[in-house]
């Protein structure tokens, strides 16, 4: 695979550099995108509307089990070559912040550190009452498993539509995008804020912007690098390229 020489040499000089992944760089672990067509058993139910408060309130054994089957799948998934290769990144550039919509916990497995995850982890759950989160719960009943401490009903720690993103992961994530020499935004469509603002925020205070994604997306026209195709392919030829 070629890389433009310009993008390897201030690559190799860089810093600081920061690093929005979405749901693509899963894809090649077996985990479904958002915004793929839906097969099987939910094929009826966008994702969309299975993330929010008001799912949850309607139907909160619908949107329990769905996430079940979720953290089933990411349990069960591999890291693959492109999580490896964001953490190989973090050792090899002195100040490396990897930022994930994802909720798989996919990078942490795949050794990076300096993670944030801006969407939550599947693999925690919380009271959707009290907000307490919970160290294990038990799913062997049918029903969704609740609070022990005020009965509240358990739902999983993550943010869904119309709620706010952690505190500090969100400051931290923004801070990284305002002070770093280059920004990746890799498999994110872009589409979901404020997670997609933050490589703009990184453009204008002068980062170069690289982008990986198997598809054009409203982000590209303004990248000075937009390098098309897999992330699981691509991120760990320019690791090699690199270094
Ligand atoms: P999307 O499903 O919206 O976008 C996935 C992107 O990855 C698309 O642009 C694909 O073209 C691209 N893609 C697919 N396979 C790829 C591959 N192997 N290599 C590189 N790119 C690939 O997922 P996100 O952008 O992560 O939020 O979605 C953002 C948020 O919307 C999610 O965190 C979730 C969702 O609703 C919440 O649940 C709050």
């Known amino acids: 695979m070629n890389f433009p020489l310009e993008l390897l040499s201030f690559l190799r000089k860089a810093q600081r550099v920061a690093a929005l992944t979405g749901a693509g760089v899963s894809q090649e672990s077996g985990l479904s995108t958002f915004r793929d067509a839906q097969v099987g058993l939910w094929a009826q139910y966008r994702p969309e509307d299975l993330a929010t408060p008001e799912a949850f309130a309607r139907d909160p054994k619908l949107v329990w089990d769905w996430y079940a089957l979720r953290r089933e799948k990411a349990r069960a998934a591999q890291p693959n070559p492109g999580h490896f290769a964001l953490a190989e990144m973090e050792k090899r550039v002195p100040d490396f912040t990897l930022i994930s919509q994802n909720v798989d916990g996919l990078h ?124 699981g392919e691509i991120l760990p030829a320019l690791v090699k390229a690199l270094w």
């Open 108 to 231: 942490r497995r795949a050794g990076s550190v300096n993670v944030l995850e801006l969407h939550g982890n599947l693999q925690r759950v919380k009271c959707s009452a009290c907000g307490e989160q919970a160290a294990g719960w038990d799913e062997s009943g049918p029903d969704v498993p609740s609070c022990p401490r005020c009965g509240g009903l358990f739902r999983p720690d993550v943010v869904w539509f119309g709620e706010s993103l952690p505190r500090k992961e969100l400051e931290a994530a923004i801070q990284a995008a305002r002070t770093c020499d280059a920004f990746f935004s890799i498999g994110t469509s872009g589409l979901v804020q404020p997670a997609a603002s933050l490589a703009y925020a990184a453009r204008e205070q002068g980062a170069l912007v690289v982008e990986i994604n198997a598809e054009p997306t409203p982000l590209t026209e303004t990248v000075d690098f937009f390098l098309p195709g897999k992330s």
